[in-house]
């Protein structure tokens, strides 16, 4: 399934998240919890269905997206219950959507996408997702006609959790995203078009979990 990542594209997870497979840390203004059944749980946020993630860039010109072929969204919880979730993005077979021969890179740089949980409530203003990137690194979105790099951000708000429930199967959970973060334009001619633009990670993905042995087991936030 293509993952659209508009006008120019691609911004979070990019930006947001700068980031996700990885670890959980403790975040500001959580208390709420991500929740899996066993200890170890490896945690895997797809596209199935209607649920559709689309990292958007801004500023690069009406109706000009990006589409990746193949998506992952991958983490890992060594606790029961852990406050904050850090997701590690990959991207591939990407192209611009007008133009699909059009060949583009998306590289995250060992950036992360850390997803918090606010307790007893499910306002998007609440719960929060950071872009972590090593030091000097940045989501790179490589254009032929430009690059465009997601630094890292803290405390960007629009993600909400739904809890699934399924008879006979582990619970389940719909990451909701609306966030917006910042970018930046950087050589070939896309820099005519500005180079400070903000971009948005919009849309959804089903989050489920496995235990070692890849047999599903149930993941909530609450």
């Not at 021969?101 to 918090?116: A, D, I, L, R």
Request: glycine fraction near 10%; aromatic fraction near 6%.
């Amino acid at each position: 399934m293509s993952n659209k990542l508009k006008a120019l594209g691609l911004g979070l997870f990019a930006m947001m998240a700068m980031g996700a497979v990885a670890v959980m840390n403790a975040s500001a203004n959580g208390e709420g919890h991500f929740v899996s059944s066993v200890a170890h749980t490896e945690i895997k946020g797809t596209e199935e269905g209607a649920h559709h993630l689309d990292l958007i860039v801004h500023g690069f010109g009406e109706g000009e997206e990006i589409g990746c072929n193949k998506t992952t969204y991958t983490a890992t919880t060594t606790n029961l219950t852990e406050n904050d979730l850090t997701v590690t993005p990959t991207y591939a077979e990407c192209y611009t959507t007008q133009h699909p021969e059009t060949k583009v890179t998306v590289k995250p740089n060992g950036c992360t996408y850390t997803f918090t949980v606010a307790k007893g409530t499910t306002n998007a203003t609440e719960q929060t997702v950071d872009v972590l990137c090593p030091a000097g690194s940045s989501i790179e979105v490589i254009h032929p006609n430009c690059t465009i790099k997601i630094p890292a951000q803290k405390v960007l708000t629009g993600v909400t959790y739904t809890r699934v429930e399924e008879v006979g199967k582990p619970d389940w959970v719909t990451l909701d995203s609306n966030p917006t973060f910042n970018t930046q334009f950087e050589g070939g001619i896309c820099v005519f078009l500005g180079t400070s633009h903000t971009g948005t990670l919009k849309g959804s993905v089903t989050v489920k979990g496995s235990n070692t042995a890849g047999e599903p087991v149930s993941v909530t936030a609450t």
